[in-house]
């Protein structure tokens, strides 16, 4: 089976950083992709950062050029460096993997890590 585990939220002031961590550890395919989903309250989980299988990166508009995602392949580690976060960045933010290719695979995700961004 496979396991991931968060870290790295909590309590930010506006234009603040924090930088999340996530680490997969099990049965993790050669082709898989994760990334960072988050949610929050009366709002759908949304993608916020994410790896392709194939290495490209997507982000959210809202985040682009604040945030940046990266990855250690061989540890299976993935990290969301948040820069200059503002409120609306406040939600529960979930770690996520994708283990197999993009037609077949199975979803993963963390137990989330509550980011709150407040003065």
């Known amino acids: 089976q496979v396991q991931l585990v968060e870290s790295g939220g909590g309590l930010v002031q506006p234009g603040g950083s924090l930088r999340l961590s996530c680490a997969a550890s099990?049965?993790?395919?050669?082709?898989?992709?994760m990334g960072w989903y988050r949610q929050a309250p009366g709002k759908q989980r949304e993608l916020v950062a994410a790896?392709?299988?194939?290495?490209?990166?997507n982000y959210a508009d809202s985040v682009k050029g604040r945030f940046t995602i990266s990855r250690d392949n061989a540890k299976n580690t993935v990290y969301l460096q948040m820069n200059s976060l503002k409120p609306e960045d406040t939600a529960v933010y979930y770690c996520?993997?994708?283990?197999?290719?993009?037609?077949?695979?199975?979803?993963?995700w963390g137990q989330g890590t509550q980011v709150t961004v407040s003065s």
């Open positions: 790896f392709t299988s194939i290495g490209s990166t």
């Open positions: 996520n993997l994708k283990n197999g290719n993009y037609r077949n695979y199975v979803d993963y």
């Open positions: 099990g049965n993790i395919f050669i082709l898989n992709a």
